[in-house]
T-cell receptor, first 114, second 107 residues
Framework: DAGVTQSPTHLIKTRGQQVTLRCSPK?????VSWYQQALGQGPQFIFQ???????QRGNFPDRFSGHQFPNYSSELNVNALLLGDSALYLC?????????????FGSGTRLTVV | DQQVKQNSPSLSVQEGRISILNCDYT??????FLWYKKYPAEGPTFLIS?????DKNEDGRFTVFLNKSAKHLSLHIVPSQPGDSAVYFC??????FGTGTRLQVFP
């Protein structure tokens, strides 16, 4: 049973560019959450998608946007990249009915902005 | 405002001894807390949780204690094993994470 798959694993972008990160949830899960983990910090919640809609959002600017597809996979888009956007981006899938339990995290995408 | 805090960035413990990882929180409304473990190049994995109505939850070598009056929780690992070496995060029920504690268990 495949867990959460994220692509790409590593990415280098130039300041001002745009980036799209992808996430395939664990089989049977219907909710996808995205987190940013900066160096030396814990994961910080960006937003959560359920039924193809953004259900919750953390304290991140509008440059961060997302999408969920009918097959529950999701994308995270970041526009106008800043050096401070360099981080590990984690995707977690879950079942909406279980709340915060049963989250399965992917291995993340390491984004470096130069 | 950091609602969940882990003030010790690292901890080194000898194999077989007890590891104690600490976490403090500021919001009394959290219903439960979770501990996650993260190995390098992997995502965090769920370890153990505790409801706010309990003061202890045990699962094998792992025990979490909750002190509501002090707004403090701790994860005890006994006996510690080298495979326990990882970064440990505590998180609230809203998945607000602490900054993590890197545990190293040496032989």
């Amino acid at each position: 049973d495949a867990g959460v798959t994220q692509s790409p694993t590593h990415l280098i972008k130039t300041r001002g560019q745009q980036v799209t990160l992808r996430c395939s949830p664990k089989s049977g899960h219907d909710t996808v959450s995205w987190y940013q983990q900066a160096l030396g910090q814990g994961p910080q919640f960006i937003f959560q998608y359920y039924e193809e809609e953004e259900r919750q959002r953390g304290n991140f600017p509008d440059r961060f946007s997302g999408h969920q597809f009918p097959n529950y996979s999701s994308e995270l888009n970041v526009n106008a990249l800043l050096l401070g956007d360099s981080a590990l981006y984690l995707c977690a899938s879950s079942l909406a009915a279980r709340g915060s339990f049963g989250y399965t995290f992917g291995s993340g995408t390491r984004l470096t902005v130069v | 405002d950091q609602q969940v805090k882990q003030n010790s960035p690292s901890l080194s413990v000898q194999e077989g001894r007890i590891s104690i990882l600490n976490c403090d929180y500021t919001n009394s409304m959290f219903d439960y807390f979770l501990w996650y473990k993260k190995y390098p190049a992997e995502g965090p994995t769920f370890l153990i949780s505790i409801s706010s109505i309990k003061d202890k939850n045990e699962d094998g070598r792992f025990t979490v204690f909750l002190n509501k009056s002090a707004k403090h929780l701790s994860l005890h690992i006994v006996p510690s094993q080298p495979g326990d070496s990882a970064v440990y995060f505590c998180a609230s029920d809203k998945l607000i994470f602490g900054t993590g504690t890197r545990l190293q268990v040496f032989p």
